[in-house]
């Protein structure tokens, strides 16, 4: 009786096994990593409905903060175990794809039709004759303005044909002492070493920082002309405050906390301006004005894309491209894309719902106009660290630009600085 | 050993053994890995690349080494001193039967049980150029234009060292209390009866008693000295143009910003061999002491 007891126990236990194999055989887990826990949650509709129309399809996703993210990712890339798709960004790409650890879909992506997608957030991902990754959305700085100061000092707004020179003397009118105490309390500009601030103005006079085939720091003369422009706003024309003058604040606040009528950065940053300020604060946005070396032909623009990658360890390719297509086209929503984060999808970014005519900035088809232009960044392997970035901020690029601007370094010497380091850092590459 | 002794050694054994793998596996390990890759060019996702003593060079010659070697030895000048200094005069204050002084204790005792960066935030808040309290207090006192604490090249290391002075020295100060406890009192009661001043008695009497706890907390004091972190990436994210990167931070940047896993395990070796020396150092002077 105790034997027959035991043969039906393990006979049981073998079929559960078996019927538990069974069911996790017919069904396929398709793991997703991405850096953002907010973005996953709007995600998860898409994803439930990606799940609808694909029985036997599981998508495990996991999400963190980009601090911790790279180097999980960069971790599970070691072992062999990345995640079949997973968010790419424009900063580290370059790197990953040198390294084999993100799969050439060049194919698939010749299955599309390209006039469906924003032309420079893919080009990003052109790399070695392949295509390593496709964008979900894409990001451009742009020129940040209060309307409500610029009514009270009867200028203009700016507009996108504006020059350095438009631009300048709407700050030098922006820029107000009320108190007479020596320190303005309301500065035209607001800027720092970031390069979401600097380098704008640098393709927008034609400039580049790096050699042709980016292996190497070199600032031409129309990019020193824009380091020169913009470095003077703080230390020669005193309509931007000094950056250390602004410790204590958050970058981001300045602008919204009304301390600085214009302001240059990522577009992404309209959600935040409208969280810090309310719905009530009134702003607009433009291009970033063209320096004196350009014509409004040959102005290039700053924008660059989050994509999505396929792990080249994946076993299933394509059920991993099928979900960056539902995720990136059509199966997107709008309510995904926050402020001006936009959809690398036109049908979505073009519609009337991402303009967002109900909310300020009223003119979001500016940040479109960007992107249907000509585009550049200046992302290489090991950006991060010659550029200064992130936990690195105080130092490299950033660093430098910063001493200029705080009025302690000449930019000869500063860019003479950056460029011995940056230089050092990119011959390792 | 009878059976019952094997016995119970192979318990024990058991017992110990998931400790012993975990500290294998999670500690050793690492460490020995650490020693491999820091002769190697490795950003994780790549295949390491021998590069000889290429990060060890970089990390101690480099303009940027050099200058992370140097803030390293500037914040340490100024950290142990003011950190033992002020945990020992604040256990001589604190170390008296007068009512309310268990409150005190704990007051000077809070900063350092609470989260670094919360104190290097509300720190920043007090830092900050225009509005900071500290400025503000500066200017009532028409004493100097507002100071850039974080963002001026020359007082931004200074101002994380002051941090975490200010964070750490209710710890000292209770290694120095217990230390206090543990002298003879009929020593400092013949030397009132002597006629001794306050002063003499410090000099002459608690300092010399207190000599191995000193040597304690210099030790502690320079080994937290070298790990400074969470104060560099909360108040400067080591700026000004690395003004304020330690090696600790340095490494963090190395490893988990930059991904240079070579500079950043060479550089954990060098600030192992300095922590490793000041501790021989401080046990052989121990024993000539005793």
Redesign the interface.
Known sequence: MKKLLKICAALSLSSAILVGQVFAQSESVLKYMVWSDSELERERPMIAAFEAANPGVKVESSAMPPKDYWPRLSALAAAGDLPDVFWMSSGFIQSWQADGQIDNIGDKVAGINEADWYGGAISVARLAGGVYSFPKNWVAPVLYYNTQMFDEAGLEYPNSNWRYDDFLKAAKALTKDTNNDGTPDQYGYWVYGRYAHIEPWVFRNGGNLLNKDRTKLAPDAAAMEALQFVTDLANVHGVAPKPELMDGIRQQDVFPMGMAAMWVDGSWNIDGVRKTAGPDFSFGIAQVPMGPSVNKNNAVGYAWSDMMAVAPTTKQRDLSWKFIEHMTGSGNKVENFGGGKVPAYRPIAESDAWLERDKFPKNKEVILEIGLGQTTTSFTPNWSKWRGYAASAGGGMNGELDKVLNGRKSLQDAVDSFVEYGNSVLSSN | MNAVQRHHLRIAWWMILPCTVGLLCFRLFPILASFLISFS?W?????PKFVGLDNYVEALT???GVKVLLNTVQYAAVYVPLATILGFSLALLVDTGIRGVVFFRTLYFLPFITATVAVAISW??M??????ILNAFLSWLHLSD?I??????NVALFSVTVVMVWKDTGFYMVLFLAGLQTIDRTLIEAAKLDGANRFAIVKDIILPQLAPMTFFVVLIAMINSAKTFEAT?SL??????????TLGYAI??NA?????MGLASAQSWVLCLVVGGISLLHYRLQQRKS
């Open positions: 060019d950003n994780i996702i790549g295949i480099s303009p940027l920043k808040w830092f900050a150029t225009r509005f900071g507002p850039a604490w974080l963002s001026n090249p990436i400067t994210n080591g700026g000004p143009n690395n003004a304020s990167t963090y940047q988990f910003v930059h991904f240079d």
